[in-house]
């Protein structure tokens, strides 16, 4: 990421942009137990539809000029990576 400090600048500034985008009207759809972030990637349990959750992608994108942020989901599998791990949602019976 380039200097050393630039780690820490960018978890600063990411944490101000998440507590914004947090307190938005999306936020009632996001299970706060199942929210991380690292540095600059975040990990979400979502429980709206596809359309809601492309909408908050589409606010979250319209916050700052240089910040974009993509989307990945698999809602048939239920299953996401993130970080170089597949995370699955297994069905209990």
């Known amino acids: 990421m380039g200097t050393r400090v630039a780690p820490t600048y960018a ?6 942009f998440e507590k914004f985008a947090l307190n938005s009207e999306f936020a009632k759809y996001i299970y706060k137990d199942y929210y991380r972030r690292f540095i ?11 359309a809601q959750l492309e909408d908050f992608v589409t ?6 000029p240089t910040i974009k942020f993509m989307c990945s989901y698999d809602a048939v599998k239920r299953e996401v990576s993130f970080l170089d791990v597949l995370v699955r949602i297994a069905m209990q019976y």
């Open 59 to 64: 606010f979250l994108n319209q916050i700052h």
């Open 40 to 50: 600059d990637d975040m990990f979400l349990l979502w429980g709206g539809t596809v």
């Open 11 to 16: 978890n600063l500034f990411m944490g101000g």
